[in-house]
């Protein structure tokens, strides 16, 4: 009785996919998450503000949805269109007290690179195959202080977001 248990128990766990890079940065900063608006689907663009020390700002487009810009408005606006059905699948960049370089990898093998080559490196990718970036989180102020990377598949629940 024990092994037929046990057994209904292994075949009704699910596997896991959600994972989670990060946090990358200094300690400053009033904490953000863009965990709701990844229900508006996937992410479609990105707007990073820079200056010539800093990633200033972020704000990104899930679905047909822009989210509210976190960290600071100076520097200079630069903007990532992705096509349809393409996802990050990597992210690294560079930081000190605050994020300094963000570079994005796409699964079409485009490269999308921001700020100074200055600071600590990092390197953020999911753990689990086939699984891509979802949303951001961290902590901004004046600049972006932190950030951090959660990747998973795209939900059933969310046709627009399905490849």
């Known amino acids: 009785m024990f092994c037929f248990t046990l057994l209904a128990l292994l075949c009704c766990v699910q596997p896991r996919s959600s994972s989670y890079s990060g946090e990358y940065g200094g300690g400053g900063g009033k904490r953000f998450s863009h965990s709701g608006n990844q229900l508006d689907g996937p992410i479609t663009a990105i707007r990073i503000r820079v200056n010539q020390w800093y990633i200033v700002g972020l704000q990104v487009r899930y679905g047909t949805t822009w989210t509210d810009l976190v960290g600071g408005t100076s520097g200079d606006l ?16 560079k930081y000190k007290r605050y994020v300094r370089k963000l570079v994005f990898v796409t699964d079409k093998g485009r490269y999308f690179p921001f700020g100074q080559d200055i600071g600590t490196s990092f390197n953020a990718a999911p753990l689990y195959p086939g699984t891509v970036l979802r949303y951001f989180s961290g ?4 600049v972006i202080d932190a950030i951090g990377f959660h990747w998973d598949y795209y939900s059933d629940s969310c046709p627009s977001c399905k490849k």
């Open 139 to 142: 902590r901004s102020g004046s």
């Open 78 to 93: 630069e903007e990532i269109f992705l096509h349809p059905g393409e996802s990050i699948i990597q992210v690294s960049g």
